[in-house]
């Protein structure tokens, strides 16, 4: 998008125009949405069924790939829309299905049997990266957080093949103590003391609050849960059946970092995906932000929106991030006519195209667009 291009978007008119879509969303949702989070919950639940079924015979990525989309389900198309209070306002709705009672207290790792707590995903995620998008202040922003990787003097080919391995842990290796760090500094402030200084080596080290915390709250009880007690639940058939799904288990949790970060990590990278330098001012120049910082991947079908997570909507999810998955299916053909209507560029191509753009911005190859506005 030219600099003219985008100084001549009528941002008034634009918000009016997003926020008419939206009203009449609201209008049309109803409680059949919530049937279909809970049926896409269903289809999560049965690929863990039956991987979970076949662990156990013997170490295989079948088995392994199916607990991986069953994880996969439960953070993307479950705790996601609904950590965002996409199903609290509807009626009828199971409370368990809201916000506010969500992966609370015991129902911990019934909800979100995940790295990160429930609260760092959603200071880190809900707040910081959706009113920050693009920006520095971005958590997810792929360009800056790689910076050390794009201005190291490695080969390209050595970097291409750091940033494959970084796909297969980078739950473990990054989101989670993200997630820890940012809602750590948010209480900070929230109770007016001084920011703890953040070094990589405090945040592991068990000799720092921030290093407890971390261990604590996050990766010992995905291990204890994940790696040890799922496993020991099969040993009443034998030691080799525990031990196939423990191995199943590691290749499981791999594949999931690898399916997750395949979807999410594109959603706002690329040589032609914008970056800001300032905080937006107005709903208009948010909304156009929104659109030019996001990238949606195939979308129409129940069936191929479950294997990306409806994140393959995530210029409508920007948008609206409290709607229920279901209408994003709805707006979409909307949107994408708006965008037209306005001369805004709405970018939707494969995944496979869209990771290489991804990759090629974090080794260094290319840069996101930035346009120097006056």
């Not at 979100?112 to 997810?140: C, M, Q």
């Not at 995906?273 to 905080?279: A, L, N």
């Amino acid at each position: 998008m030219s600099l003219h291009s985008y100084q001549s978007v009528d941002r008034e008119q634009l918000a009016k125009d997003i926020d008419e879509i939206h009203q009449q969303a609201l209008a049309n949702i109803d409680i059949g949405d919530f049937e279909h989070l809970t049926r896409m919950e269903r289809w999560g639940k049965i690929c863990s069924i039956i991987g979970y079924g076949t662990a156990w015979i013997f170490p295989n990525p079948i088995s392994a790939l199916l607990i991986s989309q069953g994880s996969f389900t439960r953070w993307t198309q479950v705790g996601h829309p609904i950590v965002h209070r996409a199903y609290d306002k509807l009626k009828g709705v199971d409370k368990n299905y809201t916000s506010k009672k969500f992966a609370q207290g015991w129902r911990r790792f019934m909800d979100w049997p995940d790295w990160f707590t429930v609260e760092g995903w959603h200071h880190e995620h809900d707040v910081l990266h959706h009113y920050s998008l693009g920006e520095k202040a971005d958590p997810n922003n792929a360009q800056h957080n790689m910076e050390w990787l794009r201005q190291s003097n490695l080969p390209m080919w050595q970097r291409y093949v750091i940033v494959a391995l970084f796909s297969g842990i980078w739950k473990i290796s990054y989101y989670t103590p993200r997630t820890h760090k940012e809602l750590r500094l948010n209480s900070a402030r929230q109770q007016r003391e001084l920011e703890p200084v953040m070094t990589r080596l405090g945040a592991w080290s068990l000799f720092t609050k921030q290093g407890r915390g971390l261990w604590l709250h996050s990766i010992l009880p995905y291990i204890a849960y994940r790696f040890v007690l799922l496993p020991l639940l099969f040993s009443p058939l034998g030691s080799f059946a525990v031990i196939s799904v423990l191995i199943n288990s590691i290749l499981a949790e791999i594949f999931t970092n690898m399916h997750s970060f395949l979807v999410m990590i594109p959603n706002h990278a690329g040589d032609d995906v914008m970056m800001f330098d300032e905080k937006a001012k107005g709903k208009g120049e948010f909304y156009l932000r929104q659109i030019l910082g996001s990238v949606n991947y195939p979308t129409g079908s129940n069936l191929n929106d479950f294997f990306y997570g409806w994140l393959n909507y995530q210029i409508e999810h920007h948008l609206w991030p409290d709607m229920p998955l279901s209408q994003y299916q709805k707006v979409q053909p909307q949107v994408m006519a708006l965008c037209k209507k306005h001369n805004i560029p709405y970018l939707q191509q494969s995944v496979f195209k869209r990771l290489l753009k991804a990759v090629d911005v974090m080794v260094g190859k290319t840069s996101m667009l930035k346009l120097a506005v006056a």
